[in-house]
C-alpha cells in the first residue's frame, strides 16, 4: 500500500495544489487584528441620571443596581463608581463557559429592566450594557476633532463625524470625550415666579410637555375625517417663549417670557480635551468582533482625507491621535521576513550538505506546512493576530526538522545504489517512527498550555494549537508529499570522491568524531562543567537576574501621565494644570517621535478602568514608529525627571500599556466600609 502511494504522483501533486491554494486564500482573507476576540467575562454598565448630584446617584442609581446584581449568580466581584449624572458598575463574573455568560448576561438584562421599570427614577435613562472583550477594550484608533473654539460648530460637526463613524461596518461603538449635550436652558425670574405661585418645577415640566407628541383623535368635519396631532419639536427660542401654564388654583394664564428668557446652550462640560492648545473632541473608535483592523484604519484615514478639505474652510480639522495596528502591521513584517530568512538557511543548508534539487524539495515543504496551518486556521474561523503569528514563527524553525530527516535518509540510501522508490520505503520504516515520537513528544511539551484556565489560557491556547497543527502537517509532508516528489524526481546523487560536497561532510564528520571522542574520554570534567551551568543558570534565576514575566509582550506606542488633583478642584483648573504638564512631555520628545500629544480633564484612562471626576486629568502621547529610533521606555526615562518636577499641585505618574492580556499591580489595596 505504500508503494501504491508513492507512486501515485499526481495524488501528491494535487493534494499539495489544493493546500497551497486554500493557505494562500486563508492568508488574504483572515482579518488582521491586534489580539485574538476574547471574552473577559466583564461587564461595564453605565446609567445617567442628569441633574443629580454624585450622592444622589448612589441612592437612587447605584445602591438599586447593585441590589439588583447580587440576585444573580457566578458574579465574582462588583466595582462601582458614582459621580454626577453617572453612575458606572463594573462587574466580573466566575470563568464560565460561553454559552453560560450569555444566560447570565440575559439574566442581568432582565433585573436591570425590572429595576428600572419599578424603582428608578423616570428621568433616568435606561443602563448601558457593555461586555467588555479585546474589542471593546481598547480602542482600535482614536480621532480628534478640533477647532478654533469650544463652540456649538464644534459639537455640531464632532456629533455628524460621531454619526459617521458609527455607520462604519467594522465600527462597534464611538465613545466620545469633550462632546457636551445640547440642552434647552431656562433662564427664569424668582421674585416673577413667586407673585405668580409657580416654581422651577412648573417650568420644567411645561418644557418637557412641548416636547411631547400629542395624538387627538380623528375631527369630522364636512369635507371628510382629519387626523389631529401635535408635533413637539421646535428648539427655537421664539417659539417656546410663547408657551403658557397656570398655577395651581389659579386660572390665570402666564406666558413664558414673562417670567423667564429661553436660549440654546450645552450642558456643564464633564471632559474637557485640548490638541495643541486647541479645544477638540475625542472620539474613541472601537472595533467589531473578528473586523479587519487594517481595513477600518484605511477607512478611518480615507474619511479623514474626505472631510478636512470641507472642515479646513471652517477652521475644524479632523486628526488621527492613535492606531493600534502598527503593532499588527510590525508584527506581519517580522513574521514573513522570518518566514523568507528561514526559507532561505534551510535552503542554504540543504544545498550545502545534500544538493539542490533535494534543498527545493525540503523548501517546497516549509511552504506546504505553514499554508496548511493557514488553512486550518482560516477554516476555524480564526483571526491573524499577534498570538496566532506568535505560533507561526515558534513553529517554523521545527516544521522542517523532520523533513530534513527523512530526505536524509532518503539521500543516503539513493547515495548507496537503492532505487528511489525502494529507498523511500526503506527510510520511512527507518526513521518513521522516531520522527513521530520526536513530533508528538514536542505537541506534549505545548499542549498543557491549551489547559491554562481563564483569561491567561484563552490568550495563550491558540500558541500550543498553532504548533501542534503545524507540526501534524509537517509530518504529513515528511511521510507522503516529500518522498512522491524525490521517487517522482528520479534524483540519482553522484558517489564521486572527489565531489567537493562529499569532500566537505567528511571533513566536518571528522572534526564532529575528534570532539565527539575528546568529551567521552573525560566525563567528569565535562559532566562537571554541565552541572556548574545549570546551577550557574539556577542561581541567576533565584538572584533575580532573570525577570520573571508570564507575558512578555511588547509594549504599544501609547503611554499616559497621569494627573491627579485634589478632589475639590474645578475642571478648569485641572486642564490648566495638565497642559502645565503636557508642556513639559513635549520638551522631552525628539522631532518626529509623537504622532499626537492630547490633553483630558475629567476623565483618566487606566490599564484596567477609566476614572471619572473633575479632579482626574491626562496626558495621551502617542507615538510614531521607532523605525530605529528611541524606544518607548527610552523616551519616558528621559523625561520622567522634567515632568514629575512640574510645578502643580496635584500628582503625576507615568502608566504605560501593553499587549496581552489585562493586568492589574502586583498588590491591590481596596478599603471597604458601610457608608462614606
Not at 472631510?307 to 486628526?319: A, I, M
Request: aromatic share 8%; charged share 20%; proline share 5%.
Amino acid at each position: 500500500m505504500l508503494q501504491r502511494l508513492y507512486s501515485n504522483h499526481p495524488l501528491a501533486n494535487i493534494f499539495m495544489g489544493v493546500v497551497l491554494v486554500m493557505g494562500a486564500a486563508a492568508y488574504l482573507m483572515m482579518p488582521r487584528e491586534q489580539d485574538p476576540e476574547i471574552n473577559f467575562n466583564w461587564i461595564n454598565m453605565t446609567t445617567v441620571l442628569p441633574g443629580a448630584s454624585a450622592e444622589d446617584v448612589e441612592r437612587l442609581i447605584t445602591d438599586p443596581l447593585e441590589e439588583a446584581i447580587a440576585r444573580l449568580q457566578d458574579v465574582r466581584f462588583v466595582v462601582s463608581s458614582s459621580r454626577e449624572n453617572v453612575s458606572n458598575i463594573l462587574i466580573r463574573f466566575e470563568e464560565i463557559s460561553e454559552r453560560q455568560f450569555e444566560r447570565r448576561i440575559s439574566d442581568l438584562r432582565r433585573e436591570v429592566q425590572a429595576m428600572v421599570n419599578d424603582e428608578l427614577p423616570p428621568e433616568a435613562r435606561d443602563p448601558n450594557i457593555l461586555e467588555v472583550t479585546t474589542s471593546t477594550g481598547f480602542p482600535t484608533a482614536i480621532v480628534l476633532v478640533v477647532g478654533q473654539a469650544d463652540d456649538d460648530r464644534l459639537r455640531s460637526v464632532s456629533r455628524r463625524t460621531r454619526q459617521d463613524l458609527e455607520r462604519f461596518s467594522k465600527v462597534d461603538q464611538i465613545l466620545a470625550q469633550g462632546l457636551n449635550t445640547p440642552e434647552l436652558q431656562i433662564l427664569f425670574n424668582p421674585p416673577a415666579l413667586a407673585a405668580r405661585s409657580l416654581n422651577a418645577l412648573d417650568l420644567a415640566q411645561a418644557a418637557a410637555g412641548w416636547y411631547q407628541d400629542v395624538f387627538a383623535g380623528r375631527l369630522q368635519t364636512e369635507s371628510g375625517q382629519w387626523l389631529i396631532r401635535a408635533e413637539g419639536r421646535s428648539i427655537e427660542a421664539d417659539d417656546l417663549s410663547g408657551l403658557t401654564l397656570t398655577a395651581a388654583g389659579d386660572d390665570a394664564v402666564v406666558r413664558f417670557d414673562e417670567i423667564a428668557r429661553l436660549r440654546l446652550g450645552s450642558s456643564i462640560p464633564e471632559q474637557v480635551v485640548r490638541f495643541e492648545d486647541r479645544p477638540a473632541v475625542m472620539l474613541s473608535v472601537t472595533k467589531r468582533a473578528g473586523s479587519n483592523t487594517l481595513d477600518l484604519l484605511a477607512e478611518l484615514n480615507a474619511y479623514i482625507e474626505e472631510r478636512n478639505p470641507v472642515l479646513n474652510r471652517e477652521g475644524l480639522e479632523l486628526v488621527l491621535a492613535d492606531d493600534q495596528t502598527i503593532a499588527t502591521r510590525e508584527a506581519i513584517n517580522i513574521m514573513r521576513n522570518n518566514a523568507v530568512v528561514g526559507l532561505m538557511l534551510v535552503f542554504a543548508v540543504c544545498w550545502l550538505f545534500l544538493a539542490t534539487r533535494i534543498a527545493l524539495l525540503v523548501g517546497t515543504g516549509l511552504i506546504l506546512c505553514v499554508a496548511g496551518s493557514f488553512a486550518v486556521l482560516g477554516a476555524l474561523g480564526y483571526t491573524l493576530n499577534i498570538t496566532v503569528l506568535l505560533g507561526i514563527v515558534i513553529v517554523l524553525g521545527m516544521l522542517v526538522d523532520v523533513s530534513v530527516v527523512m530526505v536524509e535518509a532518503i539521500y543516503y540510501r539513493l547515495r548507496i545504489g537503492q532505487e528511489p522508490l525502494q529507498a523511500a520505503t526503506r527510510a520511512l520504516r527507518e526513521v518513521g517512527v522516531p520522527l513521530t515520537a520526536s513530533v508528538l513528544t514536542t505537541i506534549a511539551a505545548f499542549l498543557p498550555l491549551m489547559l491554562l484556565p481563564g483569561i491567561v489560557g484563552a490568550f495563550m491556547f491558540i500558541v500550543p494549537f498553532v504548533v501542534t497543527v503545524g507540526l501534524l502537517i509537517s509530518l504529513i509532508q515528511a511521510f507522503w508529499i516529500l518522498p512522491t516528489q524525490v521517487i517522482h524526481s528520479q534524483y540519482r546523487p553522484g558517489n564521486d570522491p572527489r565531489d567537493w560536497r562529499l569532500r566537505f561532510t567528511r571533513r566536518i564528520r571528522r572534526s564532529y568524531v575528534r570532539a565527539l571522542a575528546f568529551v567521552l574520554r573525560r566525563p567528569k570534567r565535562f559532566l562537571g562543567l554541565a552541572g556548574l551551568t545549570f546551577a550557574v543558570a539556577l542561581a541567576a534565576v533565584a538572584a533575580g537576574l532573570v525577570r520573571l514575566e508570564f507575558f512578555a509582550f511588547d509594549p504599544m506606542r501609547l503611554f499616559y501621565v497621569q494627573v491627579d488633583m485634589p478632589g475639590d478642584v474645578a475642571l478648569e483648573e485641572t486642564i490648566a494644570q495638565v497642559q502645565r504638564v503636557e508642556q513639559r512631555v513635549r520638551e522631552g520628545l525628539r522631532e518626529g517621535e509623537a504622532r499626537s500629544v492630547t490633553s483630558l480633564a475629567g476623565v483618566q484612562f487606566t490599564d484596567v478602568e477609566p476614572l471619572f471626576g473633575d479632579q482626574y486629568g491626562q496626558v495621551v502621547i502617542s507615538l510614531n514608529p521607532a523605525n530605529g529610533g528611541r524606544g518607548i521606555e527610552e523616551i519616558i526615562e528621559g523625561m520622567r525627571e522634567s515632568v514629575l518636577a512640574t510645578p502643580i499641585d496635584g500628582q503625576i505618574a507615568f502608566l504605560q500599556i501593553s499587549g496581552g492580556p489585562p493586568t492589574q499591580q502586583p498588590i491591590n489595596v481596596k478599603v471597604r466600609a458601610d457608608d462614606f
